[in-house]
């Protein structure tokens, strides 16, 4: 009997893990359905080039076909193993912009403005490089650093955002967000800090808290509208878990995982349940809705030089030689999270705050990483950061290790079209800009037969891809579509709370990991305060 089952030991259950089992009185219960993070690919963050082909630490989910985009199938990566999601990005240590949090307060969740959440922002970060700054915690597991080797094609990157009137910004997560520069990254002494990392494998001998790897919860047991436990799997054989009395159970799946277990266990939309036959404990209309993601497409380069990440002969041999140098010192392009640069920009005039986002790449990269591109050059991200379009989760069937049906409906509202648009423009001047000249042979993709809005479009619609930010499907609120209220706790049930970016209302504008984190902060706060 536990006092807390939490599900998912991701970005946020290892902080739920960490901070609810400090209080000694409390029995943990965290319930993963991936391996332990033993893998090198995970630690080394050069790994991370790797980890969209892994079959063990990867869900590898893919989205229906979208209408707006050739009536492809969109890759969706999401970590299975601690550390969830986490264990597998590219490190960028962003929290979004205040204006996010301020909007969620404004929808009606009380304690959710930029100021209340920056002291849990705050507690969670350990910065290495930015100290005495009242936007800045120096003390929390989380270490975020500068990144140890900086490829040189990075620096001229934001050296051409300089030149087309870009200023340098040092810290997207302080008083402005707008700007180039290099990212911070969440790591510690030239590794990755995932969230296992900085919260779950520091307090593994505690006495009160008890881990299970490799078991998929399936179920979630309600007596009435009581929560009262978990029914999960593992080596192909049925387990149960109980909560005591008062006990509560926290979801933190994820935006995928989350409202798809709510649903096989009998909370969400009465009329998808009916489809899968699966009794109704509590109609809720809004579990699966809601669900946004940043779409994002690539423009890149061939390279007139040998600084870039390359899969040649001398890469190899390049690499070989980091190896050493990251052996005997932790420095050296396999520090790499490869996306070191980047920015934040305006679409156009009307914008009254970036809405664009740029990862730029010292490297070549197609398909996720799953093909290997041969040669030198360098690509730039660029993506949407305030989509209007809104998509769904639900079930493809009632088993519950398939998984479900991805339907993120891009590109359906057509503000997204202009400002992805816009972005694509503007990443191209940034990549044409005189700083890039001696290093570039010239456009790859899309190439110089893509010039007009109708031929960004149709290029648009065949290579973008999700940068893999997908929010909202269990949103906080106080309106008939939320599934939780500002507490986290679902609607009409009891000893039941969703903790994951599955609860943010709308996308914050940036990487998600650090605002989810932070959400797992708050939520525990509020929970020991409850108790």
């Known amino acids: 009997m536990h006092d807390f089952i939490i599900i998912g030991a991701g970005s946020a259950g290892c902080v739920l893990a960490n901070r609810l089992s400090e209080n000694s009185q409390c029995k943990v219960l965290l319930i993963e359905a991936g391996p332990e993070d033993k893998s090198q690919l995970i630690h080394v963050p050069i790994g991370l080039a790797a980890m969209s082909r892994s079959k063990t630490l990867n869900w590898r989910y893919e989205s229906e076909p979208q209408a707006a985009l050739g009536d492809r199938k969109l890759f969706w990566p999401r970590g299975k193993a601690y550390g969830g999601s986490s264990s597998i990005n590219a490190m960028v240590y962003i929290r979004g912009h205040k204006k996010d949090y301020d909007q969620w307060e404004k929808m009606g969740n009380d304690g959710w403005s930029f100021d209340k959440v920056l002291p849990y922002f705050k507690k969670s970060e350990a910065n290495q490089t930015i100290t005495e700054d009242k936007l800045h915690g120096n003390d929390g597991p989380l270490f975020v650093d500068n990144l140890r080797t900086v490829n040189p094609l990075s620096n001229i990157f934001v050296k051409s955002g300089n030149e087309i009137g870009y200023k340098e910004n040092s810290d997207f997560n302080g008083k402005n967000q707008e700007g180039v520069g290099l990212y911070q990254v969440t790591q510690k002494a030239g590794e990755r800090c995932s969230s296992a990392k900085a919260y779950l494998t520091p307090i593994l001998n505690r006495q009160n808290l008890d881990v299970i790897s490799a078991a998929q919860v399936t179920k979630i047991i309600f007596s009435d509208k009581t929560t009262v436990g978990v029914e999960y799997v593992k080596n192909e054989n049925t387990f149960s878990a109980k909560l005591n009395v008062d006990g509560e159970v926290l979801l933190s799946g994820g935006a995928i995982n989350s409202p798809q ?14 489809r899968h036959n699966i009794t109704v404990v509590k109609d809720l209309e809004g579990v699966g809705k809601n669900l946004q993601d940043h779409l994002d497409i690539t423009i890149l380069h061939e390279g007139d030089t040998m600084d870039s990440i390359a899969v040649t002969p001398v890469g190899i041999a390049k690499g070989a030689i980091a190896t050493v ?12 999270n490869v996306a070191e640069s980047g920015g934040f920009v305006k679409s156009d005039k009307k914008q009254k705050r970036p809405n664009i986002q740029f990862h730029f790449l010292p490297a070549l990269l197609k398909d996720h990483g799953r093909q290997l591109m041969y040669g030198y050059g360098y690509t730039l991200h660029i993506c949407d950061l305030q989509p209007k379009s809104r998509g769904v989760i639900q079930l493809k069937s009632s088993d519950p290790l398939e998984a479900p049906l991805i339907q993120p409906n891009y590109l359906t509202d057509e503000e997204d079209w202009v400002n992805l648009v816009n972005g694509y423009k503007i990443g191209r001047n940034l990549l044409n800009a005189k700083a890039f000249s001696p290093y570039s042979k010239g456009e790859m ?13 149709t290029d648009i619609q065949k290579r973008a891809e999700s940068i893999y930010h997908p929010v909202g499907t269990c949103k906080m609120g106080i309106d008939d579509m939320a599934v939780v209220n500002p507490k986290l706790q679902v609607q009409g049930v009891s000893g039941l709370r969703v903790i994951d970016a599955s609860i943010m209302p709308t996308l914050v504008a940036g990487n998600t990991n650090a605002p989810t ?6 939520a525990a706060s509020m929970i020991l305060a409850e108790r």
């Open 445 to 457: 993709l899309p190439g110089k037969m893509v010039e007009t809005d109708e031929q960004i479009r």
């Open 517 to 522: 984190m932070m959400i797992a902060e708050k």
């Open 261 to 274: 277990l709510l649903m096989l266990s009998g909370v969400g939309p009465a009329s998808e349940l009916a």
């Open 325 to 336: 140098d990251y052996l005997r010192n932790k420095t050296g392009f396999l520090t790499s």
